[in-house]
């Protein structure tokens, strides 16, 4: 499994969004990125993240991010996702895991007491150059926007 690490470049990828248009993370360079990974549409904890996410939208856009989410479910189905919550940003089908595997997302993880292979739950923060500025590794899903505020905060005070 691939380890990025702050200060890394973050892999560029092209996918497919929720309209099944080709979006690249290369489209977002000279903004601030919010990318998260999650394990799968509609489950109780990744609803939670990404309806907080969506809570705290305005408060994120007001300081400079842009929100993507991965995941590897097709975009028919990041589509009703979107409509049933009112997302207002992307979500991106990684159906063949590629973005995924490419940010060393995808392995064993304990999941009810088992161990599992799927997506580890993982935010990566990437700057206006490209660079990854800050990961989340222990998502708080339904307080996922403090947490990014809080880490932005020590950004801005460092």
Known sequence: MKHLKVGDRAPNFTSLNENEEQVSLSDYL??????????????PGCTKEACNLRDNYRALQKRGFEVIGVSPDKPAKHKKFIDKYEFQYSLIADTEK?????????????????????????????????????????????????????????????
């Open 30 to 43: 000279g903004k601030r990125v919010i990318l998260f990974f999650y394990p799968k549409d509609d489950s």
């Open 98 to 158: 590629e973005i995924i595997n490419s940010y060393g997302l995808w392995g064993p993880k304990k999941f009810m007491g088992r161990e599992i292979v799927g997506v580890h739950r993982t935010t990566f923060i990437i700057n206006e150059e490209g660079i990854i500025s800050h990961i989340i590794e222990k998502v708080k899903t339904k307080d996922h926007a403090d947490q990014i505020i809080a880490l932005d905060d020590q950004s801005i005070t460092a």
